[in-house]
């Protein structure tokens, strides 16, 4: 069983094209910053930028009044995912008033961690969940009871963790069930966090209509 976790790996300049939570988007010309849909209006704030095999995802999420607009919901228009072409991608100017982007960016390095779930103990109850286990299980040791599970941002690919199959977004364009693509953690520190609200974030994308969506749980 094998998971590929989003380690943190220090601190990046805001308009890097590595993966990082945080900074500035990086779009193509003509981009406009997108507006919450659900209820107060304003400009969302930019989570993350995360390369993937045939493009970027670039994640945005409500956090104007938290709580009011409906930022968990992938229907609610209280958040946004993009898939970009890698080519031609720019720095984009932030909207100068309302909560736009985070206090710090934080670079993202992959790890691979492949796991026997038949080994581990703790989940005798339930089916063994593939990026549960790799994320308490990261850098453990084996006198350790926990790992250091706040350096993992999230993974990228696998299955959604737990996510009942009714939560699974459709694409608004072609009305398929969306692929999953990436996991969220909040973040290592509360300068770098993104507010999921202690919640697990789930990004998903439709690769055909190049749609996105959003989500926590």
Known sequence: ????????????PADSGVPRTGGVPLAPAGFTW????????????????????????????????????ESWDATSGANRVYLF???ELQPVEAPATGVTLLPATSAIRTH??????????????????AYDLARSG????????????REVLGSLGGSPSYLEDDR???CPACTDTMEFAAH???GISAQSAMNLGGRLGYVFVCRACREGAFLTD
């Open 184 to 186: 969220l953690e909040e």
């Open 1 to 12: 069983m094998q998971t590929t976790l989003m380690i943190y790996d220090g601190t990046a």
């Open 34 to 69: 997108p507006i919450c849909g659900s209820s107060c209006g304003g400009p969302l704030q930019f989570f993350a930028h995360l390369p993937v095999e045939d493009g970027v995802l670039s994640v945005f999420v409500c956090q104007n009044d938290p709580g009011a607009c």
């Open 138 to 149: 990261w850098k453990r040791e084996p006198e350790e009871r926990f790992g250091k599970q």
């Open 112 to 129: 691979v961690v492949t796991l026997d779930p038949a080994e581990d103990d703790d989940h005798d109850e339930l089916a063994p969940d």
């Open 85 to 87: 072409p890698r080519e």
């Open 168 to 170: 699974l977004p459709a």
